[in-house]
């Protein structure tokens, strides 16, 4: 089988390499056509831009990736594909066209989810560990700080909680009127304490905010990932004080109060059922074609920022 595969060559450069051969190992191993990924831009972008520590390099590995992160590296975990049948499935796998894989690494995808809405699975999982780590109660006052693809998905799961107080940061004025228009309760310029505040912008001041809005005993789920970038946080003022919790939110492992009632399996078949029931306006989503990627990084290096939420490739 020849297939097509998505690389970055080194921190400068990513191309599509042609015309490479795989071959079954296995009576077991059956062909996949690719219909369409995911972009997860905090952590694709540090990878294109060579940001990944090198202690990290081991653990930061992804489900069939090729390379590693000192170049060249075919990377990307979040895959839609479809057998002979026409019956569609999501796995962990780097951007490619067509693939080979055990059915048993597969996780099928319901007949009435949307392609882009079933590339957010991956997503979805890092937000239902988030919401875990938070422990949230009725009552409580949230913000969500940074809405990228993770601060949309996640304010899209907790909009509809009866009992808590909702409300999103997001400075770029673009984004602050869809959000608006989605019926988003945005951060003004009110000083409003919070219970707990996610943070998802990966800047400095985003998380500097969350700590300058926190009450009493409030917890911040820290989620954005800074690759081998050192910040700088004031952790005198009130941090003490306040007995403010700041909460790291890692999606490779079921946190340990729940690893007696979740594995992967039973994470991902709550995850497939919460997407089922959000609605994600097409208006969130930027599709790129697949031949188009190696231009949208070129882009992203230059300092482009990205205008859209949810971020999806097609094949």
Known sequence: ?????????????SFIKNQEVLKPESSEIQEFYSLCSNLSLGSERLVAKGR??????????????????????????????????????HLMHPHQDK???????????????????????????TIVNAIWDSGFQYGDQILVCGIGSIGLLLAYTLKNQIGIDLKLKETNPHKQDILKNLGFDM???????FDVC?????????????????KSEAKIIELSWYGDKAINLP??????????????????????QLS???TFTTRKKLIIALLKEINIPEV????????????????????????????????
């Not at 990944?52 to 075919?74: A, D, E, T, W, Y």
């Not at 989503?285 to 190696?294: D, Q, S, V």
Request: one cysteine or more; hydrophobic letters at 35%; charged letters at 20%.
């Open 1 to 13: 089988m020849q297939v097509r595969s998505f690389w970055h060559l080194d921190s400068k450069k």
């Open 52 to 89: 990944i520590p090198r202690s990290l390099f081991q653990k930061m590995k992804v489900p069939h990736q090729k390379g590693n992160f000192s170049f060249p590296i075919q990377y990307g975990y979040s895959l839609i594909v479809q057998d002979k049948d026409g019956n569609r499935f």
């Open 99 to 125: 693939i080979l894989s055990n059915i048993n690494e597969l996780t099928l995808v319901p007949e009435d989810m949307s392609l882009q809405k079933a590339a957010q699975i991956s997503n979805m999982e």
């Open 187 to 193: 951060l003004e310029n009110d000083s409003t304490l």
């Open 198 to 214: 996610f943070h998802c912008s990966a800047q400095e001041d985003g998380l500097k905010f969350c700590l300058n809005r926190s």
């Open 235 to 256: 952790l005198g003022i009130d941090f003490h004080h306040k007995r403010i919790k700041l909460i790291s939110s890692q999606v490779s492992k079921i946190p340990h």
């Open 260 to 262: 007696d009632k979740h």
């Open 284 to 315: 969130v989503y930027h599709t790129i074609a697949f031949e188009e990627l190696p231009q949208f990084f070129q882009d992203l290096r230059a300092g482009q920022q990205p205008t859209a939420f949810l971020y999806t490739v097609t094949y």
